[in-house]
């Protein structure tokens, strides 16, 4: 192509403007609406047919679950954006809140305690887009082998000398467990501040991928990875950071968690295991990359866990739940994130 | 020729290697392993694993990053349906169980194929989707562990002979799959995992390749249920479960390769066998409350180290979108 490129007719910008914006409501804002619709009809169908669905109570303890699996798949968005995956998150949840508990019961100050594990969390994510950087194909497997190895050492580290594996009993504090306990004040407000702080991260992180030229680089490299090299883009610091970012959250979650249950355990992150892939996926992220974002994401935390609680209302356990679970993806997934013909790309 | 098994040797130099290293400390802590009796009991137990890992093989090499995460729930899905619906049926005919699991298998990994086929969505997802789905079905169907086998079936559960049918089941299966590699159909999977693009551009019909790769899976994943239906003697709807994750892991050991085209599963069967060594090992050691991380901890080391070695023996860059 020439440049400067030669003015054109307005009547051709017009109709490339036009057929711009058909393509925004063609890919990501379709999923997108789709899930509001499918949201909103869920929330009228469960208010109508289960009794106390509406209340303020319920709606807090969506909430408050919400805030967990939005900032435990907040990591796997990213990664996804890049066409990556994490499936250390769980492991990482799991340690995470396991030492923090055991850092409780030690000399250390709690605020302290907090940090070392999130710098943990955001070392083995680091950890995990080194390794997997040459085997971007493997990436899931590299992470379930470095999640399997976290969990194993943290337990053994904290086990060591103590007769009750799995678990670990410690005090505790009181502020912290305000932060995801489900009777928590914001401010004398009557709902848990981890559903502020979720709040405010999705704005911030929703804001800098679409106004910051390092969010614009997750686009650019889950896009085509060969024009974001031109664009001087470094694809490994770009897939290293958001592998970072999720073992961060992923260690937040987990910190979280051992607020909201008050005792260290580390099974605790191991229905996060595909829950933060299954809403990623119905929130409208493909898995291939470049496209959805975490507000995609949000929506689709809320519709799993509004599915969940109306599910519960419903009677049905845990095992139902999963069934369901999976029954929605296939079709979620078909609307928006099916791949064109073998013959449409060659 | 030549070049081709020091190739074919190249990719098994891995597992091969872990599997003679594990062996000797195996030897060497657990000498009762080695014995006719010790040796039986190994093959009962990691049966369900060696096919598990050789039924996700054939999908790994067909490409599109397609690992089959449904494999455990489904096996155990097999397993509770045994035990439940053939049960209450008071089906108990070796020749219609045998049919029944592989039948199942089989039709379950048709479906998955049809949908990562016609649906066009990636693999991954479909069998993600899958896992969650029968993971909530064998509990609906099963809700604890429980009920029995056939007899025949539950007799294999006593493990103290070792020519007896779970070895014939895996000679079977390895004799399935030397036939199998022979076949031109064998060749159109590797090449559709390797490119598809290719493969579609040169005649392969990769329709038909890709169904092909997962009913072979069908009849593997079929013959791991049995084995695990006689291992247990009842029907347990979460034992399958582990199995997905330790499956892959198996595989990932053996050097097949996530990305497609490389491959088989001689590599799996070594890394299953790895596996069950390490376990061997780690339960000579008098860990007390900790040997199930030691074991967690062994095998996600295991992966990533064979992953990294993985990377540094074959010249795999970065995938280019």
Not at chain 1, 275 to 298: D, E
Not at chain 2, 270 to 279: E, R
Request: glycine share 12%.
């Amino acid at each position: 192509m020439e440049w400067p490129i030669p003015l054109e007719n307005p009547e051709t910008t017009m109709a490339s403007q036009a057929s711009l914006r058909k393509n925004l409501l063609s890919s990501d804002r379709k999923s997108l609406i789709i899930g509001i619709v499918l949201l909103a009809v869920l929330i009228g169908v469960a208010s109508m047919s289960v009794d106390g669905f509406a209340s303020t109570n319920n709606a807090r303890s969506i909430l408050l679950l919400a805030s967990f699996l939005g900032l435990a798949a907040l990591g796997q968005t990213l990664v996804a954006t890049v066409g990556g995956l994490d499936l250390s998150i769980p492991f990482v949840i799991g340690a995470s809140n396991i030492l923090l508990a055991y850092l409780f019961g030690t000399s250390i100050p709690p605020a302290l305690g907090i940090f070392i594990i999130a710098v943990l969390g955001a070392a083995i994510g680091a950890l995990n887009g080194v390794l997997s950087y040459r085997l971007q194909g493997q990436a899931l497997i590299l992470t379930l082998g470095i999640g399997f190895s976290l969990v194993g050492a943290a337990q053994i580290f904290t086990t060591f000398g103590s007769q009750y594996s799995g678990t670990v009993f410690s005090q505790v504090p009181a502020w912290f467990s305000n932060i995801s306990a489900i009777n928590g004040k914001t401010l004398g407000m009557p709902f848990p501040p981890v559903v502020l702080i979720w709040a405010v991260v999705s704005a911030i992180l929703i804001f800098w991928i679409h106004h910051n030229r390092a969010g614009r680089a997750l686009y650019a490299v889950g896009n085509n990875r060969t024009a974001a090299s031109v664009l001087s883009i470094s694809e490994f610091k770009v897939w290293v950071s958001t592998y970072t970012v999720s073992g961060l959250t992923a260690s937040i979650t987990g910190m979280l968690l051992l607020g909201f249950s008050g005792g260290g355990f580390v099974g605790v992150g191991d229905p996060y295991l595909f829950t933060t892939v299954a809403a990623v996926v119905v929130g409208g992220t493909s898995l291939l990359g470049g496209s959805g974002g975490y507000g995609a994401t949000i929506v689709g935390v809320l519709v799993l866990q509004v599915l969940t609680s109306f599910l519960v209302g419903l009677g049905l356990n845990y095992a139902a739940q999963q069934t369901v679970f999976g029954l929605l993806i296939l079709p979620m997934v078909a609307l928006y994130a099916r791949a064109p013909h073998i013959r449409y790309q060659i | 020729m030549n070049r081709k098994i020091l190739n074919q040797f190249n990719h098994l130099a891995v597992p091969l290697g872990l599997v003679v290293i594990l062996g000797v400390l195996a030897a060497m802590r657990a000498p009762q392993t080695f014995t006719y009796v010790g040796l039986a009991g190994a093959v009962l137990i990691a049966a369900p694993l060696i096919l598990a890992a050789m039924a996700i093989t054939p999908i790994a090499i067909a490409g599109r990053g397609g690992v089959d995460l449904s494999i455990g729930p489904m096996i155990g899905f097999v397993n509770v349906t045994i035990v439940v619906w053939l049960g209450a049926l008071e089906i108990t005919n070796p020749f219609a169980v045998f049919a029944f699991a592989i039948g199942l298998a089989c039709l379950w990994q048709f479906l998955l194929a049809m949908i990562i086929i016609y649906v066009r969505i990636s693999p991954i997802i479909a069998s993600l989707a899958g896992y969650m789905i029968l993971q909530g079905v064998n509990l609906v169907i099963l809700p604890r562990p429980g009920g029995f086998a056939p007899d025949w079936l539950g007799d294999w559960g006593w493990g103290t002979e070792l020519l007896g049918p779970v070895l014939y089941i895996l000679i079977a299966a390895c004799a399935f799959w030397f036939v199998f590699q022979r076949t031109p159909m064998f060749q159109h999977i590797r090449l559709m995992g390797a490119d598809e693009r290719t493969a579609y551009t040169s005649g392969v019909n990769i329709v038909a390749a890709r169904i092909a790769a997962h009913l072979v899976a069908g009849v593997f994943a079929g013959l791991a249920a049995l084995c695990l239906t006689g291992m247990i003697g009842s029907g347990d709807p979460s034992q399958g479960n582990t199995l997905t994750l330790q499956a892959i892991t198996a595989l990932v050991l053996g050097g097949t390769s996530l990305s497609g085209g490389k491959g088989g599963v001689t590599g799996s069967i070594l890394g299953a066998v790895a596996m069950y060594l390490v376990f061997v090992v780690l339960s000579s050691f008098n860990f007390g409350a900790i040997s199930g991380y030691m074991t967690q901890l062994s095998y996600g080391l295991m992966l990533v180290l064979s992953l990294l070695i993985s990377l540094l023996t074959t010249q795999s860059r970065p995938r280019t979108a």
